[in-house]
């Protein structure tokens, strides 16, 4: 039985990616700050019949890091696929934009997929397989403006899948980015205020005016296609699928 990490899985995105690795009954190593992580672990493990293990390391912290990847590989044997999903989002104008924010965002969004790559990486190249999934976004391949460290962090985490994938060639490991348009999770709901705030317009019409403007398709995307698309690059058969980044985004990168 095959055994994926993701980053940030107690929450939107990340926990549905995990239901539907769920489903294809591989071991789960849950990760993130919500303070129910170990049930909803616990949970998932029980529903579906599978093994389940929660890590609260910060990702924030590289000791941290490395001690999760530790015990995952202690415990299941192996880390088959690594899912670096974890994420924050922070919205104002570059001349208002806290040195803080900044150094958090490059941490958590780019930073942090460095060290978890770096420590599952021995192991996945004796197994001679591995899967890295990185969630980007729309942004890490186009801007928007006052997301100057979130757009900078997402295409710096294309770069990072493209360099990684090209190593990781002789050893049957792959890397790709997943990068979605909008999401309805928390990380977009909390961001309503501050884009209606930058934008200078009503919060009522922000998804429209702002999130769902650029998508040719005028819907969020859903969790579920994001939880398929990876569970497919995890697969044995996308081995030579690799170094790529996946718009998911209702066709907002066709324009
Ligand atoms: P979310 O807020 O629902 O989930 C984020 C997860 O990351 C949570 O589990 C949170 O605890 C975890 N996290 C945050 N900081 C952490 C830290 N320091 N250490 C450990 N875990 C931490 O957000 P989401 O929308 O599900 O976002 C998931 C990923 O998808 C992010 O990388 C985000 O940039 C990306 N993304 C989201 C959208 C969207 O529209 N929602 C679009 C494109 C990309």
Redesign the pocket.
Same mark, same amino acid.
């Given at each position: 039985m095959k055994t994926v990490l993701i +980053?940030? @899985? +107690? @929450? %939107?995105?990340?926990l549905g990616i995990a239901k539907e690795f769920a489903k294809e009954k591989y071991n789960i190593i849950f990760?993130? /700050?919500?303070t129910n992580g170990p049930q909803i672990a616990e949970s998932i493990g029980k529903e579906y019949g599978i093994k389940t293990l929660y890590s609260p390391?910060?990702? /924030?912290k590289p000791e941290e890091i490395k001690a999760m990847i530790d015990l995952g590989i202690n415990t299941f044997g192996s880390i088959d696929v690594l899912v670096n999903?974890? %994420?924050?989002?922070f919205v104002a104008a570059v001349e208002d934009f806290p040195e803080d924010k900044w150094n958090a965002i490059i941490a958590?969004?780019l930073t942090s997929a460095f060290h978890t790559t770096k420590h599952v990486w021995k192991k996945m190249k004796e197994n001679k397989f591995g899967r890295i999934i990185n969630?980007a @976004?729309?942004h890490g391949l186009v801007a928007s403006e006052f997301k100057s460290a979130y757009v900078s962090a997402k295409h710096g985490l294309v770069g990072f899948t493209k360099t990684v994938a090209l190593e990781g060639a002789p050893f049957n490991i792959t890397a790709n980015a997943i990068c979605? %348009?909008? &999401?309805k +999770?928390? /990380? &977009?709901e909390k961001q309503i205020a501050d884009q209606a705030k930058t934008h200078g317009i009503p919060e009522s019409e922000v998804v429209s005016k702002i999130m769902l403007e650029k998508q040719a398709v005028k819907e969020f995307v859903s969790i579920e296609l994001l939880g398929k698309t990876a569970v497919f690059l995890a697969s044995e058969q996308a081995s030579t699928l690799t170094g790529t980044a996946l718009p998911v985004d209702g066709g907002w990168n066709a324009q």
């Open positions: +980053t940030g @899985s +107690t @929450s %939107g995105i990340g990760n993130g /700050l919500e390391a910060n990702m /924030l999903n974890a %994420g924050i989002q958590i969004n969630i @976004s729309a979605p %348009g909008y &999401v +999770t928390p /990380l &977009v």
